[in-house]
């Protein structure tokens, strides 16, 4: 098991910039697949942003290609959210988690993460 915990969210006004991090403890986010997922009042629970073990792969939700940018640390063991020009529809719960996934076509699949973190809430406001 590896341990999860997400940081950096906040209130922010659209427009800015804001980056989350999410830390593991335990074991290596290198043996992981790590994706970011976020979940709004009332809404289901969605994919945002994934990466591959080795960060040469990554995979984009439609709402976040060309605004939000992952990356991983694996010298810090810290995967990175860097998500700009945020807007209103960005705010919610923001969730990484850990999974073994061989494609990243699979990525957005939340049933496939077996690790999760306790979440970091966003809020953007006009």
């Known amino acids: 098991q590896v341990q999860l915990v997400e940081s950096g969210g906040g209130l922010v006004q659209a427009g800015v910039s804001l980056r989350l991090s999410c830390a593991a403890s335990?074991?290596?986010?290198?043996?992981?697949?790590i994706s970011w997922f976020r979940q709004a009042p009332g809404n289901e629970r969605e994919f945002v942003a994934g990466?591959?073990?080795?960060?040469?792969?990554?995979s984009y939700a439609a709402s976040a290609k060309g605004r939000f940018t992952i990356s991983r640390d694996i010298a810090e063991n810290t995967v990175t959210l860097q998500m700009n020009s945020l807007k209103l529809e960005d705010t919610a719960v923001y969730y990484c988690?850990?999974?073994?996934?061989?494609?990243?076509?699979?990525?957005?699949?939340?049933?496939?993460?077996?690790?999760w973190g306790q979440g970091t809430q966003v809020t953007v406001s006009s």
């Open positions: 988690a850990a999974g073994i996934i061989f494609s990243s076509s699979n990525y957005h699949d939340r049933r496939l993460y077996s690790n």
């Open positions: 335990g074991r290596t986010l290198g043996n992981y697949v």
């Open positions: 990466i591959s073990r080795s960060g040469g792969t990554t």
